[in-house]
C-alpha cells in the first residue's frame, strides 16, 4: 500500500505547493472569446481564444467542439496556436459550439460554450438590356444586383472564365453597378458574371451566375414576288423624300434590283428635265404652279392648240362657202336679164 499511495501524495503536495485545491474550487474558469464577435461570413477567418487568468504560465488548452471528446488539431482548416484556434475559410460546416479545456499539470479546467454562426456572403446576378439576342452595332447594359443592405459596393466584371477584370477602355464603360457594351460585334458574345467588394464587412460578395450574350449579324432584307415594297428616294438639292411603292413581278437579286431601279429613275428625271425645259421656253410667262406634272401641262397645251386651229379652219370654211353662195346669185340674176324674151331660160349654176 506504501508505493501505491506514494503518487497520490506527491500530487497533493504539488497541488499545495501551487495554492490550488485538490477539487480545483479555487481555479479559475477559462473564459472563451471569438473574434470577428457577431455572425461570421463563408470564407472568413475566425480566432477563438481561451483566456485563463492565472499567474501560472505553463498552461496547455485543448479543443473541442459540440458534444465531441476529440480535441481539434492543427490540419489546415483549424490552426492551434497555444491560447488560440484558429479556422481559415469559414464554411456553414463549422457553425456549432465551441470549448476550451486549461490543463495544468493533473488539473483540467473547462470553459463554458460559444456559438459560432456561419453565413452565406451576399448574393449577386446579372440582368441584361436588351433581354433577347443582339444584334450587330447594338448597345448593351449588364447590370450587377446585390442582395445586400450596404450601398457601398464597388462591381467587379469578368467574362467567361478569364479572371482579369473588364476595365473602361472604350469598348466597354463601367458605371457602378453597370457594364455598357457599345457597338457589339460578335467577339462579345460569351458568358459575363460580376461580383462585389466592400472595405467592411461583409467584405464581398458571392459571384454571380454567369449569363450568357449573343450577338447576331444584321439580317439581310429580302423581297419575295407579290409584294410590295417601299424603296425612299432622296435628291442632294432637296431635303424632302418621297416614297416609291413597287409591285415586285419577278425575284431579282437585290444588286441587279438597285442598278434597274437607278437606271429608271435617270431615266426619269432626264425626261422631265428636257420636258420642263420646253414647257418654260415656250410659256415663260406663267409657269406651272409648284407641283404640277409636266405631262399634264404639256397635254394641256397641245389640247388647246388643237382646238384654236380646228376653230379658225371652221371659220374659214364658214366664209369660203357664204361668198360662193353670193356668186351663183349674182350669176343667176344676170343670166336672166340677158335671155328676157326668150323662150327658155337657161341657168348656169357655177359652183366653185
Known amino acids: 500500500m506504501g508505493s501505491s499511495a506514494l503518487p497520490l501524495l506527491l500530487l497533493l503536495i504539488s497541488i499545495l505547493h501551487s495554492g490550488l485545491t485538490e477539487d480545483g474550487r479555487d ?24 483566456v485563463i487568468e492565472s499567474d501560472h504560465s505553463d498552461w496547455t488548452y485543448e479543443w473541442y467542439k459540440d458534444s465531441n471528446c476529440v480535441t481539434l488539431q492543427s490540419d489546415g482548416h483549424y490552426t492551434v496556436n497555444r491560447d488560440t484556434l484558429t479556422i481559415r475559410g469559414a464554411a456553414e460546416s463549422d ?8 490543463v495544468l499539470g493533473w488539473v483540467s479546467i473547462q470553459s463554458s460554450t460559444v456559438s459560432l454562426s456561419v453565413k452565406d456572403l451576399p448574393r449577386s446576378s446579372v440582368t441584361v438590356t436588351p433581354d433577347s439576342a ?42 457602378r453597378d453597370t457594364l455598357t457594351i457599345r457597338g457589339a460585334a460578335e467577339s462579345d ?5 460580376c461580383k462585389g467588394q466592400r472595405s467592411g464587412r461583409p467584405n464581398s460578395s458571392l459571384s454571380s451566375s454567369a449569363v450568357s450574350l449573343s450577338v447576331k449579324a444584321l439580317p439581310t432584307p429580302t423581297v419575295t414576288v407579290g409584294t410590295s415594297a417601299a424603296f ?10 418621297s416614297h416609291v411603292f413597287l409591285s415586285v413581278k419577278d425575284l431579282k437579286p437585290m444588286s441587279e434590283l438597285g442598278s434597274e431601279l437607278g437606271r429608271n429613275a435617270a431615266a426619269s428625271l432626264s425626261s422631265s428635265s428636257s420636258s420642263s425645259s420646253s414647257l418654260s421656253s415656250s410659256s ?6 409648284p407641283g404640277t406634272p409636266p405631262l399634264l401641262v ?28 353670193y356668186h351663183v346669185y349674182d350669176d343667176v340674176i344676170k343670166a336672166e336679164n340677158r335671155n328676157k324674151g326668150q323662150s327658155s331660160l337657161e341657168t348656169l349654176y357655177v359652183l366653185n
Not at 232 to 241: G, I
Open 298 to 325: 404639256i397635254g394641256v397645251s397641245v389640247g388647246l392648240s388643237v382646238f384654236l386651229l380646228l376653230l379658225i379652219l371652221l371659220v374659214l370654211l364658214l366664209r369660203h362657202k357664204k361668198k360662193g353662195l
Open 95 to 102: 457553425q456549432g459550439q465551441y470549448w476550451c479545456k486549461g
Open 27 to 50: 481555479l479559475p474558469r477559462p473564459a472563451l472569446t471569438v473574434t470577428p464577435d457577431s455572425a461570421v461570413f463563408t470564407g472568413e477567418t475566425v480566432n477563438l481564444k481561451c
Open 232 to 241: 425612299t428616294a432622296e435628291t442632294e438639292s432637296s431635303q424632302s423624300s
Open 189 to 193: 458574345q460569351g458568358q459575363y458574371w
Open 134 to 175: 443582339v444584334f450587330t452595332g447594338g448597345t448593351v447594359n449588364l447590370k450587377c444586383v446585390i442582395e445586400s443592405d450596404h450601398s457601398d459596393w464597388t462591381y467587379e466584371w469578368y467574362k467567361d472564365r478569364n479572371s482579369v477584370k473588364l476595365q473602361s477602355d472604350g469598348h466597354y464603360t463601367e458605371n
Open 284 to 289: 415663260s410667262s406663267s409657269p406651272p404652279p
